[in-house]
């Protein structure tokens, strides 16, 4: 890490950060829409759910509920989103300040105080909702107390937050372990364990524990001084004080649990680290013309603040590639360059696209021209933890069409490719990222290519190959392209930005551009002849590419240099255009093959079948299958996570309900931990898998635009991935807790519980992708998700009674999977029980009692099951459709 020398004052960096930091998150309409209509909708949605609370017995357990809620919004909600954005962020930090641009402490209390007031407006429309809806205590210095609390939590969360992001190396631990945190967190909260029964050995945790001080204070802030009705049939509450005492929320005032809670939230911003982080040979075909287009235009709209109008990107592009031809597409930023690229490869979205092209004289079809095109973009998205042969490897299996090549012919392919490429000493060498060391960059641009040449393309695009290379990897991908070119009869067009003379010379043609219009396309050695021909003389020793680019650039300097530019661009494409009736006089039939796009071509090359059938629908699976299971496997972080979480969690919370009795307090008891064991099946497999499924899709996204594969192969080859892992490490868990904490000993209820178990964990990747294949952006996945899965575990049947619920809403339990799982497990686990009462006190006597008056039993077990297989079949179905939409592209052709 470099060494930082304060060059300005901490108050001068931080106003600068602070002002970035703000246009970036107020020009993320996205991110800060979806937190005003998550709190809005959760608001809404818990407010009717517990609406107008009584003061009768059943309004005791559903005011410790909402309560409890109003605590778990201000963590996962306020946490994930927050954590990914801050993550995401926290690379451009490492690389600002290597260069020693600012302090550290200035970034941090920065992205401290653009979180949180986020945070706190969001928890200000959520508690305003719930407060006043389900009409708790109106007392208007019990509420703002209330709010204060959550503001106090929220402020917490936003720590924890920055010392978990600063603290963990990759994105896949911090997913899976700060959702187990706050899991824990949550079950020392006070409602889901009482804290009077918790062993003395692992009891300590709650006085660690910012969500039980905020609990605590929600409940002494309500309760004191509430009055109840009881119902003599059913254990009941006089009074808000034996409220507090019997869940043992008593032993600080509000005061003190508040302080508390800023104490923890000092701790946290203390234990961040940022500063800590490691920086560390066939024959050429004869010369033909391939693709011809004319007369090629482009509009966009435009919006310039509230007007709106119609923007030309391409003016009247007219030209054409030959097999053998290395073409460079050489302009400013904004001349059009890789729009004209995008246009002739048949991938442009949206605008108004007008003209002609023609690939070997006839109009494209989009199947047949995917399959005989190579498109290498600029961003070469690879699967890092893949080495350079397995890349080249699985895209031959993918790619290449099994009619035509054996299992050793496509092997031998991937050896001649990688010879091709000069790539011999790399082959066994990771592709890797910025979290994993792998290959130079321009070893993963000569991979990024081999990919698109393994299929013997006719043409080849080429979107920017240099950029981010050194002048000599440059050069080796430029000399890579044409000789192949030659040797292979393909044509080439490349995008690139100024390239030095020598590598400006290894061309055959050049297209130059400005403001969407060709000003010179012709061979290239005849480039510097024509232009002083029109009175633009090239200096000796200047590189040719740098003085067309400047000759062709806009001076924005002044509005008199802008003019000048302007009228210099005009002229040259005016003379161009002369130059072009000049060739039509002298001959006539170039002139004709130039504007018209219809040569005269091998009538053999018209007449070619192009073999468009894919490879086997298992054969597909089968390729991916293991694909995703090497990646898998290699993410030792992600591998790790998963089996070290579920692991201690199961010993954590065993022992946490060590050996549950039979009295009336293990009632409760037995359905938190039934609760937890369906949260663990949602929040831990919904949070690291996620992140990386989107990160994939992008992958998947560009793989699905040439053609490989079906997306029916690569969904179930996901989901084939993602079950057994979660399945696996998760078994551990529930027995681990099953029999620490001494549920109900009979084999036939441990695998019962266990299917269901299983079930909701399938059924919980069946909701990630539903997720994926709707929202792009993995920041706001994490926000609306915990808000949908949040809603989900509050309908689950624990904090509220549903025959309580107002009948607007009571429908939701019927297709919540969470309330199906939940409900399963407590009949499996409930029937047949009986309880102890203490003497004076009256309890339920039998887990029967408890399953009718939690609304537990209205279907049984197996119906239960049934319902909630359904749902995931439900979400399954309506992922793949969202995904299919997603990632079908919709370009344009002409």
């Known amino acids: 890490m470099g060494t930082y020398v304060a060059c300005n004052s901490w108050m001068y960096e931080y106003a600068v950060l602070i002002g970035r930091d703000w246009l970036n998150l107020t020009r993320n309409i996205s991110f800060l829409a979806s937190q005003v209509m998550q709190s809005l909708a959760t608001a809404l949605l818990v407010g009717f759910m517990f609406f107008y609370l009584k003061h009768d017995s059943v309004s005791t357990h559903n005011r410790l509920s909402v309560l409890y809620i109003i605590a778990l919004n201000a963590t996962f909600p306020t946490i994930m989103p927050a954590l990914y954005a801050f993550f995401?962020?926290?690379?451009?930090?490492?690389?600002?300040?290597?260069?020693?641009?600012?302090?550290?402490?200035?970034?941090?209390?920065?992205?401290?105080?653009?979180?949180?007031?986020?945070?706190?407006?969001?928890?200000?429309?959520?508690?305003?909702?719930?407060?006043?809806?389900?009409?708790?205590?109106?007392?208007?210095?019990?509420?703002?107390?209330?709010?204060?609390?959550?503001?106090?939590?929220?402020?917490?969360?936003?720590?924890?937050?920055?010392?978990?992001?600063?603290?963990?190396?990759?994105?896949?631990?911090?997913?899976?372990?700060?959702?187990?945190?706050?899991?824990?967190?949550?079950?020392?909260?006070?409602l889901l364990a009482n804290p009077t029964t918790i062993p003395p050995a692992i009891n300590w945790i709650r006085w660690i524990n910012p969500v039980y001080y905020a609990y605590a204070a929600f409940i002494q802030n309500e309760f004191r001084g509430l009055v109840f009705d009881c119902n003599p049939f059913s254990k009941c509450y006089q009074n808000g004080e034996e409220v507090i005492a019997e869940y043992g929320m008593g032993r600080f005032t509000i005061l003190e649990n508040t302080m508390m809670l800023f104490e923890y939230g000092d701790d946290y911003t203390a234990k961040s680290s940022i500063s800590?982080?490691?920086?560390?040979?066939?024959?050429?075909?004869?010369?033909?013309?391939?693709?011809?287009?004319?007369?090629?235009?482009?509009?966009?709209?435009?919006?310039?603040?509230?007007?709106?109008?119609?923007?030309?990107?391409?003016?009247?592009?007219?030209?054409?590639?030959?097999?053998?031809?290395?073409?460079?597409?050489?302009?400013?930023?904004?001349?059009?360059?890789?729009?004209?690229?995008?246009?002739?490869?048949?991938?442009i979205v949206g605008g108004e696209l007008t003209g002609k092209i023609l690939f070997r004289g006839s109009k494209r079809n989009p199947d047949t021209f995917k399959r005989l095109t190579a498109y290498v973009q600029q961003d070469d998205l690879m699967h890092p933890l893949l080495t350079v042969h397995e890349t080249l490897s699985y895209a031959s299996k993918l790619r290449l069409p099994n009619t035509n090549y054996t299992p050793e012919q496509k092997a031998e392919r991937v050896n001649i490719v990688i010879q091709q490429l000069r790539l011999e000493t790399a082959r066994n060498t990771r592709i890797g990222d910025a979290a994993t060391r792998g290959v130079s960059g321009g070893e993963r641009k000569?991979?990024?290519?081999?990919?698109?040449?393994?299929?013997?393309?006719?043409?080849?695009?080429?979107?920017?190959?240099?950029?981010?290379?050194?002048?000599?990897?440059?050069?080796?991908?430029?000399?890579?392209?044409?000789?192949?070119?030659?040797?292979?009869?393909?044509?080439?067009?490349?995008?690139?930005?100024?390239?030095n003379a020598r590598i400006f010379n290894i061309f055959d043609k050049v297209i130059l551009m400005s403001q969407g219009s060709i000003v010179y396309f012709g061979?290239?050695?005849?480039?510097?002849?024509?232009?002083?021909?029109?009175?633009?003389?090239?200096?000796?020793?200047?590189?040719?590419?740098?003085?067309?680019?400047?000759?062709?650039?806009?001076?924005?300097?002044?509005?008199?240099?802008?003019?000048?530019?302007?009228?210099?661009?005009?002229?040259?494409?005016?003379?161009?255009?002369?130059?072009?009736?000049?060739?039509?006089?002298?001959?006539?039939?170039?002139?004709?093959?130039?504007?018209?796009?219809?040569?005269?071509?091998?009538?053999?090359?018209?007449?070619?079948?192009?073999?468009?059938?894919?490879?086997?629908?298992?054969?597909?699976?089968?390729?991916?299958?293991?694909?995703?299971?090497?990646?898998?496997?290699?993410?030792?972080?992600?591998?790790?996570?998963?089996?070290?979480?579920?692991?201690?969690?199961?010993?954590?919370?065993?022992?946490?309900?060590?050996?549950?009795?039979?009295?009336?307090?293990?009632?409760?008891?037995?359905?938190?931990?039934?609760?937890?064991?369906?949260?663990?099946?949602?929040?831990?497999?919904?949070?690291?898998?996620?992140?990386?499924?989107?990160?994939?899709?992008?992958?998947?996204?560009?793989?699905?635009?040439?053609?490989?594969?079906?997306?029916?192969?690569?969904?179930?080859?996901?989901?084939?991935?993602?079950?057994?892992?979660?399945?696996?490490?998760?078994?551990?868990?529930?027995?681990?807790?099953y029999f620490i904490s001494r549920l109900d000993f009979n084999a036939g209820k441990f695998f019962t519980g266990l299917i269901i178990f299983y079930c909701q964990n399938i059924v919980t990747i069946g909701f990630m992708f539903v997720f994926a294949g709707?929202?792009?952006?993995?920041?706001?996945?994490?926000?609306?998700?915990?808000?949908?899965?949040?809603?989900?575990?509050?309908?689950?049947?624990?904090?509220?009674?549903?025959?309580?619920?107002?009948?607007?809403?009571?429908?939701?339990?019927?297709?919540?999977?969470i309330f199906y799982a939940f409900s399963a497990l407590a009949q499996n686990e409930m029937t047949g029980m009986a309880f102890t009462c203490a003497d004076g006190l009256q309890c339920f006597e039998s887990g029967d009692q408890v399953l009718s008056s939690y609304d537990m039993n209205v279907i049984n077990i197996w119906q239960n099951v049934l319902l909630l297989l359904l749902v995931g079949a439900s979400y399954y179905i309506g992922g793949y459709i969202l995904l299919m939409w997603k990632a079908t592209p919709r370009y344009i052709w002409l």
């Open 88 to 190: 995401d962020e926290r690379d451009v930090m490492l690389r600002e300040r290597s260069s020693g641009v600012y302090r550290i402490t200035t970034f941090y209390v920065s992205k401290a105080t653009t979180f949180t007031p986020i945070a706190l407006i969001s928890s200000i429309i959520f508690i305003t909702g719930v407060y006043f809806i389900s009409r708790l205590t109106f007392d208007v210095s019990k509420f703002f107390i209330t709010l204060g609390v959550l503001a106090s939590l929220n402020t917490v969360s936003i720590a924890f937050m920055l010392m978990i992001g600063s603290a963990m190396k990759t994105m896949n631990i911090v997913f899976v372990v700060a959702p187990g945190i706050v899991i824990v967190e949550l079950l020392f909260g006070g």
């Open 523 to 737: 061979p290239t050695s005849s480039a510097i002849d024509y232009f002083a021909s029109i009175g633009f003389q090239c200096p000796m020793h200047e590189n040719p590419a740098d003085y067309f680019v400047d000759l062709m650039t806009l001076d924005y300097r002044s509005d008199e240099a802008l003019a000048r530019s302007k009228e210099q661009v005009d002229i040259m494409v005016e003379k161009f255009s002369v130059h072009l009736k000049q060739l039509a006089v002298k001959d006539s039939s170039q002139a004709k093959n130039f504007w018209n796009g219809h040569p005269k071509i091998d009538s053999n090359l018209l007449t070619e079948e192009v073999d468009t059938t894919q490879n086997g629908w298992f054969y597909e699976f089968h390729a991916l299958y293991r694909r995703d299971w090497t990646n898998i496997v290699r993410n030792t972080y992600y591998i790790i996570g998963q089996v070290i979480q579920p692991m201690c969690m199961g010993m954590f919370i065993g022992f946490l309900f060590y050996y549950l009795g039979h009295d009336s307090v293990s009632i409760l008891n037995r359905l938190g931990i039934l609760y937890i064991i369906v949260v663990q099946a949602t929040f831990p497999i919904f949070m690291p898998q996620i992140a990386l499924l989107v990160t994939d899709l992008v992958i998947a996204a560009r793989e699905q635009a040439s053609a490989s594969y079906r997306l029916s192969t690569y969904y179930v080859s996901k989901a084939a991935t993602y079950a057994p892992i979660a399945l696996i490490c998760n078994t551990l868990f529930y027995a681990s807790v």
């Open 774 to 817: 709707s929202i792009k952006s993995v920041a706001v996945i994490y926000l609306i998700s915990t808000a949908a899965i949040t809603v989900q575990m509050l309908y689950s049947g624990l904090f509220v009674n549903f025959k309580s619920i107002t009948v607007a809403l009571s429908w939701m339990r019927w297709v919540n999977p």
């Open 276 to 347: 800590t982080i490691d920086l560390d040979e066939p024959l050429a075909l004869q010369p033909d013309v391939i693709l011809s287009w004319k007369n090629l235009e482009y509009k966009v709209n435009s919006k310039d603040g509230p007007k709106s109008s119609v923007k030309t990107i391409l003016r009247g592009i007219t030209g054409q590639a030959k097999s053998g031809e290395a073409i460079a597409l050489i302009g400013s930023s904004g001349a059009g360059k890789t729009t004209l690229l995008n246009a002739l490869s048949g991938r």
């Open 446 to 499: 000569r991979v990024s290519i081999g990919t698109e040449l393994l299929t013997d393309p006719r043409l080849l695009f080429l979107d920017e190959p240099t950029s981010g290379l050194d002048s000599n990897s440059s050069e080796l991908v430029v000399e890579l392209v044409k000789k192949i070119s030659v040797e292979q009869g393909i044509a080439s067009i490349m995008t690139i930005h100024q390239p």
